[in-house]
């Protein structure tokens, strides 16, 4: 498909959609004032569960986000958002079968499918339960922020190996798909582009809205990485290993100005995976800090430039040093940080 890459004005006048539905994800604030100040989504037991030492997932990296923000005055505790509730069965239903969300939520999940997640023995603790409940609750109520403030970013979140039955690749529930679901039974939204820039392909969200028109899947990955069986995204770039910053910023430039301007969705649900980095350790593509840094205010400009919401998750990532690895992922509150003064959205909200 030929994409017609034509530059975004970025405009000032923002669209901003109003949801006035009160959500059981509302959030508490550690201060009353936050509203003038880029909404940031964080929750204590993303990296509350212990998995064992050399365990390839980097369970801390979360907490360590949190930290690195704001150690380095990117952000300010006033502003940063905590759900209120963890997601009840009847919404994690939305997507997953009655089947997958007993068995997992009562601890009761078989070997077999806890090997194809990969926590191990983990996948049954409460910790682990609860944790990977409160993923869920960060993500909604990242996109409830998005849609009233025009921008929210998560220190969590990125799921899109989780299937309705069975989960993947570390992945349990899909927060992105419950999301999306959510939104579009309550009315919040009727059209979501779900931007998936993780270097893994989202299968799980592919093959939950395969057939949905009101959903638009959109995933740029290396195509000779995991998952080795791809499903069908309404729209998949698979590129070659060792693809550089310039080839892939032009590749992620094109599509999503094509997607915005064709599907003209409500939301953007970005997923911010950095395991494109070129010194990634399950990554296959060449991209370098410069590059993740100049993807993040790409993506993030054009939506807003678009006047479409984007609520923006850290998705995957993978290096021994979890300050490394946090940093990188940093790129993203940054780039929020900086769009949020550049647009005057502490100006405009509420």
Not at 195 to 214: C, E, I, K, M, P
Request: some cysteine; proline content about 4%; aromatic content about 8%.
């Amino acid at each position: 498909m030929a994409f017609a890459a034509q530059s975004l004005k970025n405009r000032s006048d923002c669209l901003f959609i109003i949801w006035n539905q009160m959500s059981p994800f509302s959030s508490t604030t550690l201060a009353s004032t936050m509203n003038m100040l880029l909404p940031v989504v964080h929750h204590p037991l993303y990296s509350a569960p212990q998995l064992p030492q050399g365990h390839r997932f980097p369970m801390g990296v979360f907490q360590r986000i949190y930290d690195v923000l704001i150690e380095q005055a990117i952000i300010v505790p006033k502003q940063v958002h905590i759900p209120r509730s963890l997601p009840t069965h009847s919404m994690l239903k939305l997507v997953h079968t009655p089947e997958y969300i007993s068995s997992f939520c009562s601890g009761q999940l078989n070997a077999a499918t806890m090997r194809r997640i990969g926590f191990g023995e983990v996948t049954r603790s409460r910790t682990l339960i609860d944790r990977t409940k409160a993923e869920v609750a960060g993500t909604l109520l990242t996109a409830e922020l998005a849609l009233e403030h025009k921008i929210a970013v998560n220190t969590a979140g990125g799921t899109h190996h989780a299937f309705a039955a069975y989960g993947s690749g570390f992945c349990i529930l899909n927060d992105l798909a419950i999301t999306a679901e959510s939104l579009l039974t309550r009315g919040a939204c009727r059209r979501i582009l779900i931007l998936d820039l993780d270097v893994h392909q989202g299968d799980g969200t592919a093959s939950l809205f395969q057939n949905r028109s009101d959903v638009f899947t959109l995933s740029i990955h290396a195509a000779n990485n995991f998952p080795a069986r791809k499903q069908s995204s309404h729209l998949d770039i698979g590129l070659p290993d060792g693809t550089g910053d310039d080839d892939y910023l032009k590749t992620v430039a094109e599509a999503l100005i094509y997607v915005l301007q064709s599907f003209k969705p409500d939301l953007v649900l970005y997923d911010a995976g950095v395991d494109i980095h070129i010194d990634d350790t399950l990554g296959r593509l060449s991209i370098t800090n410069e590059g993740l840094a100049r993807r993040e205010l790409l993506v993030l400009d054009t939506c807003l430039g678009s006047d479409v919401p984007v609520a923006g998750v850290v998705g995957g990532g993978y290096h021994a040093d979890l300050n490394v690895l946090a940093e990188r992922h940093c790129w993203l509150h940054r780039a929020a940080s900086e769009l949020w003064d550049a647009y005057e959205l502490g100006n405009r909200s509420k």
